[in-house]
């Protein structure tokens, strides 16, 4: 598209989205959100559209847990959950950055969350949920007059016949949408592959009954990776697993231009700079950053998730060792949950207490069978703490560059899966306590975590249910049979929040002191760092990407999948070209690694044909610039291509 002065533009702000408040109305909504993206899931094909149906949504084990942790958390910190205070001021910084923008464009701003509660007219299409597919047998209404207690007071049947924030922008007489994302706090991620997917039915829609070609921009992946990876089996989606025409795409040279920029890990080491310790030397501090994975592992097949993580935290350790040149590059680490496994003495794939119950965070790059990234980036959150506590460090820094507001799960629930390894009192601020963020307590941290398991239906005569280190029957025992997978709610599933934690402790050998570390527990404190939030650099970030992306070309390159070639054998390099103004100019240039010097090589074309010879087996940079007819320049490097000898 060519943006001229006076021009509206539509910018589509997409954020994760919760609740503001705990309530029941607002869990049932979120469900059917959750599920409204994958018409395999059961969930979309027997509950959303089946009235007879609604009042089992919050009946379901995956319900009770999370309404369960939730009257927790929501209580822990005062009632209110600030997410969406602090996404709608960075939202307001982002738009007043774009309204002075010098090239006379008018910007429309909305936002859209993957799972707006208790904002139903920012799911990306209400009206989708409320009218259903062709198949659906009735409207969405459900108001909760089939739950025990009743109709939840205040509802609206009528909640989700309202426009969405794609239609709104829309009926602005925007030209274009430009999708800015921080679901994940800028990583490529299904999550807002499905809002896009959703906000391109609301499109597709419009522009049939109004003979447009509005296009749809989505910044984090400008070069459609997403869609370009996504398996050719017809009627695919992640509930079916693993597919039988799986796309392979690789992720160099499609680069994501917010997880690229310096600005973004520089907001996130202010924010564990906020976190370390006065006390504590930097040589001594230790920093995890703890990211999630991308859920259900057959989403690997089309999902960056983790490469962009990757590459985000590879930005951030450097920019710490640069401003920190004492901390121990060792002492930088990524780290990611557990997952379902199988459990050797039943065959099961189930939740197990190795895996601290969890399965969130399958951590495959991009179309392949690895199971974690490589290097120091692929430890289990647990073993990270393990590494660091074993390193001698004092203070630990867990770092979690996957957000840039804080919620429950900054608040709550990421402190109480630190605390159950490394314990209570080691936390920095435990001696003072908190009593800003947790009004009346001071803390964030439960009693035990996995406060959601069922101590009292599966308990049997003579089975102790103890969730606290200094009894004897710790941890307590399996209670769901062997021959049955284990889920959430199984008491052994569960972890005491003791005073220094699991790690290093070993109950046969004593039991735990409240007021020192025993055995090989950990001795020094740790902290979770600072979320962006309030800082008014986010909102200039967002705003420089999406006018680059109205403004500029965008150029990604393609070879055909190529990791490597032999010498002698031909490759070509494509580059693909958006935005901007035609006609453009291309150079091509390349450079071996561990070169600080670009050498050009072929024409001014979209393509350059490449056969190496002996002299080039190497490990080579290739870049491409693109000028357009305005002298306004973009480009992309491809890092890491391999010639090598084919003998």
């Known amino acids: 598209m060519v943006a001229v002065k006076g021009e509206k533009i539509g910018v589509l702000y997409v954020l994760h989205g919760g609740m503001d408040t705990y309530n029941p109305q607002y869990l049932w909504d979120a469900s059917v959100q959750m599920f409204s993206y994958d018409h395999n899931h059961p969930v979309y094909h027997m509950v959303i559209w089946n009235r007879d149906a609604w009042s089992m949504v919050l009946q379901t084990e995956f319900a009770v847990k999370f309404i369960r942790k939730y009257e927790f958390e929501y209580e822990r910190i005062g009632g209110t959950d600030p997410f969406h205070k602090i996404s709608d001021r960075q939202c307001a ?8 923008n010098p090239y006379g464009l008018i910007f429309e701003v909305d936002y859209a969350c993957w799972m707006a509660s208790d904002r139903i007219e920012h799911y990306p299409y209400p009206r989708f949920i409320y009218n259903g597919p062709e198949e659906a047998q009735d409207s969405c209404t459900y108001c909760g007059q089939d739950e025990p207690g009743g109709t939840w007071p205040g509802c609206n049947p009528e909640r989700y016949n309202v426009d969405g924030p794609a239609e709104r922008l829309l009926k602005k007489g925007v030209s274009c949408i430009v999708v800015v994302d921080l679901t994940v706090g800028g990583v490529r991620f299904y999550k807002t592959f499905d809002v896009v997917q959703m906000t391109k039915r609301v499109l597709q829609q419009w522009n049939a009954e109004h003979t447009t070609a509005i296009p749809l921009i989505w910044v984090n992946d400008y070069a459609s990776i997403m869609e370009r990876s996504y398996p050719e089996d017809a009627d695919w989606t992640p509930m079916l697993g693993d597919p039988e025409k799986p796309r392979k795409v690789i992720v160099s040279g499609s680069p994501n231009p917010i997880v690229l920029d310096g600005e973004l890990a520089a907001l996130h080491v202010k924010g564990i700079a906020a976190a370390m310790s006065p006390a504590v030397s930097a040589a001594q501090t230790g920093v995890v950053l703890f990211n999630h994975g991308i859920f259900l592992p057959g989403r690997r097949f089309f999902d960056p998730k983790i490469d962009d993580t990757t590459l985000l935290n590879k930005k951030i350790k450097q920019l710490l060792l640069e401003r920190y040149p004492d901390m121990d590059p060792d002492n930088i680490v990524g780290a990611y949950g557990g997952v379902k496994e199988i459990n050797p003495e039943n ?46 460090v004092k203070h630990i820094v867990i770092g979690f560059p996957q957000v840039v507001a804080d919620s429950v799960l900054t608040m709550v629930e990421l402190y109480n899966q630190i605390g159950k390894e490394i314990g209570i009192k080691t936390w920095l601020k435990w001696e003072t306590g908190d009593h800003v963020r947790y009004p009346g307590v001071g803390h964030p941290f439960a009693d035990y975590w996995g406060n959601w398991v069922d101590i009292e239906s599966k308990k049997e ?50 039991a735990p002191d409240p007021d020192r570390p025993v055995q090989d527990q950990y001795s020094g404190t740790w902290e979770l760092y600072v979320p962006p939030n309030n800082d008014k650099g986010l909102g200039q970030l967002l705003a420089k990407h999406v006018l680059n992306a109205v403004v500029n070309p965008m150029v990604y390159i393609t070879n055909g999948e190529r990791f490597s070639v032999s010498i002698g054998e031909t ?16 150079q091509w240039s390349i450079k071996k690694e561990v070169d600080e010097d670009w050498d050009p090589v072929g024409e001014n074309s979209p393509t350059w044909i490449w056969t190496p010879t002996n002299n080039d087996i190497n490990t080579w940079d290739v870049r491409c610039r693109v000028t357009d ?16 000898n084919k003998y």
Request: hydrophobic share 30%; with cysteine; net charge negative.
């Open 93 to 100: 910084d982002m738009k007043a950055v774009l309204d002075k």
């Open 461 to 510: 005569p003579g089975v102790s249910c103890s969730l606290s280190m200094g009894d004897s029957n710790y941890p307590p025992p399996r209670q769901t049979p062997f021959d049955t997978k284990r889920e959430d709610m199984d008491p052994s599933l569960a972890f005491d929040l003791s005073d220094y934690g699991h790690l290093g402790y070993d109950a046969s050998r004593g």
């Open 347 to 392: 065959n099961l794939v189930e939740r197990t207490r190795r895996m601290r119950g969890e399965d969130l965070a399958h951590a495959y790059l991009l179309g392949t069978d690895q199971d974690m990234p490589g290097e120091e980036w692929g430890y289990r959150y647990w073993d990270a703490l393990k590494h660091m506590k074993n390193r001698g």
């Open 629 to 644: 007819s305005e002298n306004r320049r973009a480009e992309v490097i491809w890092e890491g291509f391999n010639i090598i």
């Open 571 to 586: 490759i070509t390099w494509t580059a693909q070209v958006s935005g901007g103004t035609p006609v453009y100019n291309f």
